[in-house]
């Protein structure tokens, strides 16, 4: 049995919703990403899960017993708020000593647990701080201290670091990566970013709509993305249409591939623009046209039209003439490069 | 070079209208009536500008006056501690409404600010006369078989300036709780605490602030207030501010009545200056 049991979880808000039959297993130990744009029902889902909004339909087992039911503040979890949420009028070592005191846990021992969560965070001798003397960074660290040192159940972190600058975003992101598996705490992060879901994360959970659209490894989720909405939401994707025989062959313009699963009739097929070749001369290819060429220093940016659609390519700066605009090219590509996009699921 | 100078002038020139204003309308009939309690009267020489310190002698040992200025200070403290007790919890229960009942209830908190003091006093008189609907409705209810006496009361006037004041107290302290973080109850709500303890360590000490400021307007606007004792309070009943009034239009005795008005002012401005000097230091460190 899986840690944490998300079951057909649904949440509106009068007529909007907001999370729509949402199933999702988490294992003990993992860390799951959120992923999705704005107003997604990421929140929403975190905020169910943290009991601070009432769940309408669904339920949401934590070692197969349902939370639906418990107050919030009987849940024992661990959260983490954008805006961190500290407790201006107490010091360091109090916001993070609070959780201890609602416990009831005796004064000696909260000071040695408070001691321990300030040196995991590296906020040592901050005990007396006030939090608006500090920098978002360190009140970030005593918004993880404070959840952690509770030993929660669940660590469920809502935009934790978007209120950061880019470079100490990135110096959180290993850090608080490395936290979470030196303690092994189950956790939820959620975030509008890709790239810090995929540097964090065991697993992506992409969602779109109130919906899932896709779950799996940050790298099966950028290369293989099971929905157009997934494949133009991660990076930079082609999304090429095609027509299937249904008996496993796919026709793309000039070009022709084996792809099994697809049904009869009109498909689509994503490739990333790293992935996509100019072909040997003579062999088969899907046929195109250069519209513009922009150079970026490591690579070339390409666009291209094809029968199949629009294109943008990537073409590494190794010396190699680059065909200019206008100029006819013919591309190929592995077929484990390409995922079949799921049907109804354009974004 | 000249053009420098002007520049630097501007600020000069564009505050000088309201300076001028200020230094008119307070600053200078202020000094006048500190001026004045200095002067001598007689009940047939009038006020003659001879210096003198009878009239604050007469304000500090006369007992007439001190409980005349007890009464005051016991009525402000009353009204302040009674929109603490109600504003606080109000403007809380505002903070957590929808943005639409919240304009329309906000509207009622204010209410009382937008009718004219005398209107809205003489309303009150009504409601709580002998025959007023208070005392009809308790009687008819069997609560009480005599009228309580609300009019020429202490406790009618802490009833009406409660009312009057209130809105000072509930929009000082949800100002406040507009600054508090959204998610900060769920934070400790998250780490275990109840809803009481919410109240009590979390909420509470971070309003601390604008209770205390909007305590400091209440007290000084019930202090000084005026048109709701003289109607309530009537003749009998009263205030330093009523009775500054009647020194100068009933007695005619205006040294006298500025005396008594000059040292409600200085209490007011040392009670003032003292307890927000207090809660700045008590909260520097946490408030910016
Ligand atoms: N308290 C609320 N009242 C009404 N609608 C809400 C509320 N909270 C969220 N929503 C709506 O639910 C949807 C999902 O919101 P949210 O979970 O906050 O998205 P995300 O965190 O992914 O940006 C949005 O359309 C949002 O407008
Ligand atoms: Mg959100």
Known sequence: MSHLVLNGLSKSYGGVTAVQSLDLAVERGEFVSLLGPSGCGKTTTLQMIAGFVAVDRGNILLDGNDLVSVAPNKRGLGIVFQSYALFPHMTVAQNIAFGLEMRGIDKAERETRTLEAMALVGLKGFADRYPRRMSGGQQQRVALARALVIKPALLLLDEPLSNLDAKLREEMQSELRQIQRSIGTTTILVTHDQHEAMAL????????????????????????????????????????????????????????????G?????????????????????????????????????????????????????????????????????????????????????? | MSLAISSRATPYYLTGPALLVFLGLVIIPLGMTVL???????????????????????VFTDSYFFEIFLRTFRIAILVTLATMLIGVPQAYILNRMSPGWRSAILLVV???????????????????????????????????????????????????????????????????????????ENAALSLGAGQTTIWLRVILPQIVPGILSGAIIVFS?????????????????????????????????WPLGAAVASLLLLALVAITVGSNRLIERRYSQVFE
């Open chain 2, 110 to 184: 204010i209410g009382p600010l937008l009718v004219s003091v005398v209107a809205r006093t003489l309303g009150w008189a009504l409601l709580l006369g002998s025959t007023g609907l208070v005392n009809q409705g308790l009687i008819a209810l069997g609560l009480i078989a005599e009228p309580l006496a609300f009019m020429f009361t202490e406790t009618g006037i802490v009833i009406v300036l409660i009312h009057v004041l209130i809105p000072f107290m509930i929009l000082a302290v949800w100002a406040s709780l507009q600054r508090l973080d959204p998610q900060i």
């Open chain 2, 221 to 253: 606007l019930a202090a000084s207030a005026f048109a709701s004792p003289a109607i309530i309070g009537g003749r009998r009943l009263k205030v330093a501010a009523t009775l500054a009034y009647d020194e100068f239009l009933n007695t005619l005795n």
């Open chain 1, 201 to 260: 994360s065991d697993r992506i959970v992409v969602m779109n709509h109130g919906r899932v659209e896709q779950v799996g490894a940050p790298d099966t989720v950028y290369g293989r993305p099971a929905s157009a909405f997934v494949a133009s939401f991660l990076g930079k994707t082609n999304v090429l249409r095609g027509t299937s025989d249904g008996h496993g062959k796919v026709s793309l313009g000039s070009l022709s591939l084996a792809m099994a």
């Open chain 2, 36 to 58: 004045l309690s200095f002067y001598d009267w007689g009940q047939y020489k009038g006020i003659v500008p001879e210096f003198t310190l009878k009239n604050w002698i007469e």
């Open chain 1, 262 to 347: 697809a049904a009869s009739g009109p498909v689509q097929i994503a490739i990333r623009p790293e992935r996509l070749a100019f072909a040997a001369v003579g062999a088969a290819g899907l046929d195109a046209r250069v519209l513009s060429r922009v150079f970026q220093g490591t690579h070339w940016l390409l666009t291209a039209e094809s029968a199949a659609g629009a294109l943008t390519l990537m073409r590494h700066n190794d010396g190699h003439p680059v065909p200019a605009e206008g100029e006819a090219i013919r591309l190929s590509f592995a077929p484990a490069d390409a995922s079949l996009l799921r049907e109804g699921a354009a974004g």
